[in-house]
């Protein structure tokens, strides 16, 4: 995802860096889940329960 958003990407650890980029923002969403899911299963299983958990845990 680097080569496709570069700079970017700080959008995803800071939303408010997304401001005014918000067809940016949500095609790099999409494409991290895209992403996550085209890995086999085991792997993305287990993303996909870190990125669910409760944080306050």
Do not use: H
């Not at 800071?14 to 401001?19: H, Q, V």
């Not at 067809?23 to 991290?32: G, P, Q, Y």
């Amino acid at each position: 995802m680097i080569p496709k958003y570069g700079q970017d990407l700080e959008i995803l650890d800071d939303p408010r860096k997304g401001l005014g980029k918000e067809k940016v923002a949500c095609d790099m969403v999409i494409d991290l889940w895209n992403n996550i899911l085209s890995l086999p299963k085991s792997q993305a299983a287990g993303i996909i329960r870190m990125v669910m958990a409760d944080e306050s845990d």
